[in-house]
């Protein structure tokens, strides 16, 4: 297995806030070449309609399989290749990054070609941490003001095809090498979405024991997916994604073990002081993605209490030229 990171979409109104901040242009394209092998980088409507389209975004993440150390750096955890048996530390042979045109309004991530890396177009350093570590926006806490409103782009190529796991970990040293990230965790109890079967019975299609090298969540129009062997950890992360307003993060509860099909279309959540009205006439009807869930996927979220993971930044940097 290969990649499966997805295009994800920013929300519209989040750049919007954000653009045409002084000095972004000015910082240099940078670059570092690696020494040795795999162990280092060579970096080189109206106002109100476009806030209710700000919802409407292309969703997923990297399907990260749990169980990857982390360390306080943010990267995987740190190997020494002279000791037998362990390999070298994971990178990729390229990684050039930019600051990003403050005219583009939208960004993501997006897979190259076979597992060989990630092209990341005007993101912010936490939207990115968000989506390779999969955790939702609001459990990331504290860091300056840059971190979530800067934007860049970056383009990161493996010498090689690599595995899914050995891909994370690698995007995750460049995090912590060109960014200087460092966090740690905090476990607390607190409020949760569990979850589970609806009572009327699972209405996805199960296809599998496992997924494929494709994206599994898709858009298929505003605020319309389309999910293709789509793995129940993803689906929960998905969720989170899509309500952004609240940060109850969603544990599964369902007890199923394969990876489904389906088709889900919902009535996005929708930023402070924007009507309804605002929403193309096809959209106003839909269901709350509450109601989506259980008509459409057999699904449910019940509010619970629960294990709680905020990641606390301790440090981060702009990428300087080395």
């Known amino acids: 297995m290969t990649i499966l990171t997805p295009w994800c979409m920013e929300r519209t109104a989040t750049f919007e806030r954000h653009l045409g901040q002084p000095g972004r242009a000015l910082l240099p394209t940078l670059a570092l070449r690696k020494n040795p092998p795999r162990t280092g980088y060579r970096t080189s409507m109206s106002a109100n309609a476009r806030l209710a389209m700000a919802v409407l975004i292309a969703l997923g993440?990297?399907?990260?399989?749990?169980?990857?150390?982390?360390?306080?750096?943010?990267?995987?955890?740190?190997?020494?290749?002279?000791?037998?048996?362990?390999?070298?530390?994971?990178?990729?042979?390229?990684?050039?990054?930019?600051?990003?045109?403050?005219?583009?309004?939208?960004?993501?991530?997006?897979?190259?070609?076979?597992?060989?890396?990630?092209?990341?177009?005007?993101?912010?350093?936490?939207?990115?941490?968000t989506v390779i570590y999969r955790i939702p926006p609001g459990r990331v806490q504290g860091g300056p003001d840059w971190f979530s409103t800067a934007t860049f782009d970056l383009e990161a190529k493996a010498d090689r095809a690599y595995g899914l796991d050995d891909l994370h970990t690698m995007f995750k040293n460049l995090l912590a090498d060109r960014f200087g990230l460092k966090f740690h965790t905090e476990t607390k109890q607190g409020a949760v979405y569990e979850l589970m079967v609806d009572r009327s019975g699972v209405k996805m299609k199960a296809n599998g024991d496992?997924?494929?090298?494709?994206?599994?969540?898709?858009?298929?129009?505003?605020?319309?997916?389309?999910?293709?062997?789509?793995p129940i950890a993803y689906l929960c992360w998905f969720l989170g994604q899509q309500m952004q307003n609240d940060p109850r993060p969603v544990i599964d509860k369902t007890g199923l073990t394969q990876v489904y099909d389906f088709k889900l279309d919902f009535m996005p959540e929708l930023p402070p002081g924007v009507s309804i009205d605002a929403l193309p006439p096809e959209m106003q009807n839909r269901p709350t993605i509450l109601d989506a869930l259980r008509e459409q996927l057999g699904l449910r979220l019940e509010s619970g209490k629960g294990p709680v993971e905020n990641y606390v930044i301790d440090h981060v940097d702009k990428p300087s030229e080395n």
Do not use: C, W
């Open 61 to 129: 993440s990297v399907y990260a399989a749990p169980g990857v150390a982390q360390s306080q750096t943010g990267g995987a955890e740190a190997t020494n290749p002279h000791v037998q048996g362990q390999q070298p530390r994971l990178t990729f042979d390229v990684a050039a990054i930019h600051p990003s045109n403050p005219k583009v309004s939208g960004g993501g991530i997006k897979p190259l070609p076979n597992g060989t890396g990630y092209i990341v177009q005007n993101m912010t350093v936490k939207s990115m941490m």
């Open 210 to 230: 496992v997924g494929n090298l494709n994206i599994p969540i898709i858009p298929s129009g505003p605020a319309a997916f389309v999910g293709t062997k789509v």
